[in-house]
């Protein structure tokens, strides 16, 4: 399941969900991402993302489908939110389920590091010293390219 919504999602619906009637599985490895008030030595007071839908779901799409094939998961949840988010509010769910812990979590981290370098998210964090928008980290491009 892939939704991108300016709705929050409640972490316990979501892990329900994962866990509902799926006796195939012994693990399930999730990642909740949060706003959070210091970011690359700024205080931040709020988010702001936003995206090109077309194109947002067609590469989550192909991120779970490329983590699908690459290791043995079967009920896969991606939830990302856009819009004014407020500091603490949650931005990002991954949920993956599978029959092993080491599939669950190569996947799980898999689709995180991919999400952040090719999904078409923009964020604009709002701070103290003024809005700027956020920029790619090499950091996460490099961790990407070690998959």
Not at 3 to 20: P, Y
Not at 84 to 103: A, C, E, Y
Not at 107 to 115: K, R, V
């Amino acid at each position: 399941m892939i939704r991108v919504s300016d709705a929050d999602f409640s972490f316990a619906e979501e892990m329900e969900k994962l866990e509902r009637e799926n006796i195939n599985d012994g693990a399930i490895v999730t990642f909740t991402g949060r706003v959070r008030a210091r970011n690359d030595g700024h205080d931040v007071t709020g988010l702001f993302l936003e995206h090109y839908p077309a194109m947002t779901q067609v590469a989550l799409h192909n991120i779970v489908e490329q983590a699908k094939r690459s290791w043995d998961i079967n009920r896969v949840t991606v939830i990302h939110r856009v819009g004014q988010l407020q500091l603490g509010d949650n931005i990002v769910f991954v949920g993956v389920t599978s029959p092993h812990r080491g599939d669950a979590f190569a996947a799980g981290e898999f689709i995180m590091d991919f999400l952040k370098v090719n999904a078409p998210f923009w964020k604009k964090e709002t701070r103290t010293s003024g809005d700027a928008w956020v920029e790619a980290k090499q950091s996460d491009e490099d961790k990407a390219k070690g998959w």
